[in-house]
């Protein structure tokens, strides 16, 4: 991605925004919703199946779920998330969903627009961020109810589909429908590079201290949190004829909902840069559809025991290329994701989990000799990749042995990092341990775990895949928390913004 030079961005200071949010996937569109006055009320004609949150709920029915006390009403609540206001929106929303059942929302919507907190999303494509990227035959791995966002009913925009699960076409179409039905479009601004997010501190730039140069838009400040300071945002927008039009603003706080797949994760080892060697699947699918696969190809080498390692051994035995198939993981790992998957609604991951088990390479008893591989797909479990070479052999080690095979190409599936170049450091100082790199499973970024604010850095939110919640069904409890801050903030101010408009860029 091209940087912009400072020369080319308007000498003037530019204009104030309440909130700008970084990334138009999910995350970012729910967010968009919650702020644009859309409010969560118990609804009155329902029963949750969980009778001490019911209670809790029936206490406050007047109150909009934003307005109340999320702590208190997290409380006790377990899910499949680390964080507690996650689970809350989640169980709100899907009612006992973790125990098969279908039961509908008990929450019912009303719009306030004097509620309105004006913001800009900023996003590299059309609202519904990666899913635009992904593979349109491949099936979700959580179900098509999961993926919805409030107020709008899945099944509804997909012609009351039936099967449970949704391809990434039949998603993105519906993330992109959901922001016009709802009247969302005014706060996107599609085609849009951040480039750097820094924070400034208001009173720089006046000689008595005061806020020169900052206010004069008649924008209320909904910070609290972080001493008057403001968030310089730039980047650029990509308009037609690829022409690149920089912009600059200053925003009260920023929102990070950028999600996870920017950066694949690497081995970091000899021979991963040669150009037989990917870290996507739509490479396989790319050199399947052009023909330089088949089955006369040498095997193509995939690398992870996770469900984009299943999809790429999928897709390419369905096109009869054979596999090597290489993990780390012990085929009876625990946490290997195919053992929390019912069989019944992903029969293609068990095949694959089947053949991991069943066709894995072996060795006679002395060590010396192989046995052989299978003729469509052989596993090696328990083996790790020790080189590429550029006569494309690749060296594998395991069970204290090497072995080197000639293959077609690598794909390289073992997980992706977000990417923050546009924050110093990477925001590594962001994360749980700022010692190490930020990375959704094993560094997220540190929030207050009702906010969903930084930790370090006040002003600066975190949602989604960042904050280590990487379902859908989870990252909009991200945005119930920080509307239900911002919304406070505002309130503890006496006053509520209600003008609106993105006429900023």
């Known amino acids: 991605m091209p940087l912009l030079e400072e020369t080319a961005l308007p000498t003037e200071h530019p204009p104030t925004v309440p909130v700008v949010i970084i990334g138009n996937g999910p995350s970012g569109i729910c967010l968009s919703y919650l702020l644009s006055g859309y409010k969560p009320y118990l609804d009155t004609a329902t029963v949750h199946p969980n009778p001490i949150l019911y209670r809790k709920l029936q206490e406050t029915k007047h109150l909009p779920i934003t307005e109340q006390d999320l702590e208190y009403l997290s409380e006790g609540l377990e899910g499949r998330s680390r964080n507690p206001v996650a689970v809350l929106f989640d169980t709100l929303l899907h009612p006992n969903a973790d125990f098969g059942y279908e039961f509908p929302p008990v929450l019912q919507w009303r719009r306030d627009k004097q509620q309105h907190i004006p913001h800009l999303v900023l996003g590299r494509a059309t609202p519904g961020g990666a899913w635009h990227a992904m593979e349109g035959s491949m099936l979700t791995i959580s179900l098509g109810i999961w993926m919805e966002l409030p107020g709008v009913n899945y099944r509804d925009l997909t012609n009351g589909k039936r099967s449970d699960r949704a391809t990434p076409e039949e998603i993105s179409s519906y993330y992109r429908n959901y922001v016009k039905l709802k009247g969302l479009q005014k706060n996107f601004i599609d085609n849009t590079y951040v480039t750097s997010v820094q924070k400034l501190c208001r009173g720089h730039e006046g000689e008595d201290g005061g806020n020169e140069g900052f206010e004069g838009n008649g924008v209320e400040n909904v910070n609290s949190g972080g001493g008057g300071a403001l968030w310089e945002v730039r980047g650029y927008q990509q308009v037609q004829n690829d022409t690149h039009v920089p912009f600059s603003l200053f925003a009260e706080n920023v929102i990070l909902a950028t999600g996870a797949s920017d950066s694949p994760v690497r081995l970091g080892i000899e021979g991963e840069d040669l150009p037989f060697v990917f870290h996507s699947i739509s490479d396989l699918g790319l050199a399947v559809s052009r023909r330089k696969l088949d089955v006369n190809s040498d095997p193509v080498l995939i690398v992870g025991a996770g469900l984009s390692a299943a999809d790429a051994v999928l897709c390419a035995c369905s096109s009869n ?185």
Do not use: W
Not at 324 to 344: A, E, G, M, N
Not at 375 to 386: A, I, K
Not at 456 to 478: I, T
């Open 321 to 505: 290329v054979r596999v090597l198939h290489v993990f780390r993981k012990s085929v009876d790992d625990p946490d290997l994701i195919f053992k929390q998957l019912p069989k019944t609604l992903y029969p293609e991951y068990h095949k694959v989990y089947n053949m991991m088990c069943s066709q894995a390479y072996t060795s006679n008893v002395a060590g010396n000799t192989s046995v052989g591989l299978f003729p469509d797909y052989t596993s090696f479990p328990e083996h790790c990749v020790v080189s590429f070479q550029s006569d494309k052999k690749c060296l594998l080690q395991g069970n204290n042995s090497l072995k080197a095979f000639k293959i077609s190409m690598a794909l390289v599936l073992i997980g992706t990092n977000p990417n923050l170049f546009f924050i110093k450091g990477q925001g590594q100082y962001l994360g749980q341990d700022p010692t190490r790199p930020i990375s959704c499973k094993q560094n997220p970024i540190d929030i207050h775990p009702y906010t969903y604010e930084c930790t370090n850095e006040p002003g600066l939110f975190a949602m989604g895949p960042l904050v280590g919640d990487n379902f859908v069904r989870f990252l909009k409890g991200g945005a119930l928390g920080i509307a239900s801050c911002l919304l406070k903030r505002l309130k503890n101010k006496g006053k509520l913004i209600s003008n609106g408009g993105s006429n900023f860029i």
